[in-house]
């Protein structure tokens, strides 16, 4: 099995507000909007987030399962400086999210941080990560 | 806010159960094992997929959350032919994942697809999408 994820894929009980909120507020460019069924944006080469219609989701995976929010997973941004995450989080908060964990010192890896609930429930981890960076080739080093 | 997602992580229960499905059954190599930790995987140019211990992952989300498997999300890998998707489901349960929905026609998006949960409840789609490529410089083309 090649070691790729190609779609990423997120329950979303209202699209209107992840449109809001991802393309009106945060300035993202939907790669296609289907109204009522899902959103897509592409959020590294080759890899597309889909933030799909949360009753649409459960039925697509069949067994009855829940129709909640997205639990269990992070997506996490890096930026260049403490501050870039502060100042991320602020606009992201006016933005409609919610700061769940202000900007500090992470428990693990070295970094600093903070966590935003977007308004599906999606937690995003704002940070800067010296021990980070991506060569040109798209190869991802840490430590 | 750039339109980039840099780490996926994902709450995992039991991560020996996840190096032996990914690295010792599939085949997948490790950026970085922090044994009792997080397992790292490099999943798409500048995009790592870590697999956090579940009770670390929960610790530094803070706020009490409960300690599950994820939910509301998967992952979706695309092979070249619904013949394709057969053969890797096949090997995915070989290595110890569940099948949900065994390889059929998807009812969105004009896609053959199977759903595959890994050990420690990631669900996988495998997927044949005729609709979908990827250009040289990592452009996602739909439709």
């Known amino acids: ?7 990423l894929t997120l329950s979303t009980a209202d ?5 809001a909120f991802y393309a009106d ?3 993202w460019t939907p790669a296609l909007d289907v109204p009522g069924e899902i959103l897509f944006f592409q959020v590294a080469p080759g890899l597309m987030l889909g933030l799909f219609d949360a009753v649409k989701f459960a039925e697509d995976l069949g067994g009855g399962g829940e129709v909640g929010p997205p639990a269990g997973v992070t997506l996490s941004h890096n930026v260049e400086s403490p ?3 502060a100042t991320l989080v602020t606009k992201m908060a006016d933005a409609g999210g919610t700061v769940l964990k202000a900007p500090q010192e992470g428990k693990f890896g070295g970094i600093f941080h903070a966590h935003v609930r977007d308004p599906n429930g999606v937690v995003w981890e704002i940070a800067h990560n010296p021990h980070w960076r991506v060569d040109a080739d ?3 080093i840490l430590g």
Chains 1, 2 share one sequence.
């Not at 699209?15 to 449109?19: N, S």
């Open 1 to 7: 099995m090649d070691q790729r994820v190609h779609f």
């Open 15 to 19: 699209l209107d507000a992840a449109r």
């Open 25 to 27: 507020a945060l300035g």
């Open 83 to 85: 501050a870039a995450v």
């Open 138 to 140: 798209g190869r991802v």
